[in-house]
């Protein structure tokens, strides 16, 4: 049981990035998966997440601006980081837990290794 993210990297404000994340070992419609990250200094905050039944929740700091999907076939979520902000900048991780207050409440069952995002200005 693993997910692995990968299409983190470095980009200049305004930018684009698209996240992946493979899940292996869990069956990807029967659970929540999203995206948390973490900034040097900060306290890990959710970004978004998508529930079983496909509906989607995004952080105020990046609504219009991320779009989270899934193919449930594919074992497969992306993060798709449009208008990429400096602040942006954090290490994003793949999570995945139960649906709605759960996931947000940070009470995970499983974690990716992260990928490193690095917006400059």
């Known amino acids: 049981v693993r997910l692995r993210e990968s299409g983190g990297g470095s980009v200049q404000a305004g930018g684009s990035l698209r996240l992946s994340c493979a899940a292996s070992?869990?069956?990807?419609?029967?659970?929540?998966m999203g995206w948390f990250r973490q900034a040097p200094g900060k306290e890990r905050e959710g970004v978004a997440a998508?529930?079983?039944?496909?509906?989607?929740r995004y952080a105020d700091s990046v609504k219009g601006r991320f779009t989270i999907s899934k193919d449930n076939a594919k074992n497969t979520l992306w993060l798709q980081m449009n208008s990429l902000k400096p602040e942006d900048t954090a290490m994003y991780y793949c999570?995945?837990?139960?649906?709605?207050?759960?996931?947000?409440?940070?009470?995970?069952?499983?974690w990716g290794q992260g990928t490193q995002v690095t917006v400059s200005s």
């Open positions: 999570a995945v837990g139960g649906d709605g207050g759960s996931w947000w409440a940070q009470r995970i069952w499983l």
């Open positions: 070992g869990i069956t990807a419609n029967a659970v929540c």
């Open positions: 998508i529930d079983s039944d496909g509906s989607t």
